[in-house]
């Protein structure tokens, strides 16, 4: 929630002064709104990506409750690496790029439905 809160207010604020310093007349609250729904939907892609990959090192079958932490060579997982970033880098990776392209599209159609 902190996330989306934080990505919410910078994009009202963003907005709010885009209107005054460029003379614009977006809505804040839309902004506001938009912002936070496409954290919700980059924070969504990037953990689901981070725990697949979790998933995927992990030696055994539903062993969430075994596994052992990051950087740590243990018996009950094969750690290769020291300490085990790869989840996170893909997880942050696969969310910043689905929010950008999400936004993208969307701010795409709606400038094709001004042009109408």
Not at 31 to 59: C, D, E, K, L, Q
């Amino acid at each position: 929630m902190w996330n989306v809160g934080v990505n919410a207010f910078g994009g009202a604020t963003t907005t709010a002064l885009n209107n005054i310093l460029q003379g614009k007349n977006d809505s804040v609250i839309g902004a506001g709104i938009a912002s936070g729904v496409f954290s919700t939907v980059g924070y969504s892609a990037g953990s689901i990506t981070a725990n697949t990959i979790n998933s995927i090192m992990r030696p055994t079958i539903n062993n969430a409750g075994s596994w052992a932490g990051s950087g740590v060579w243990s018996g009950s997982g094969y750690n290769l690496f020291n300490p085990n970033n790869t989840a996170v880098i893909g997880g942050g990776f696969t969310g910043g790029t689905l929010q950008e392209v999400v936004q993208g599209a969307i701010n795409g159609a709606q400038q094709a439905g001004n042009k109408k």
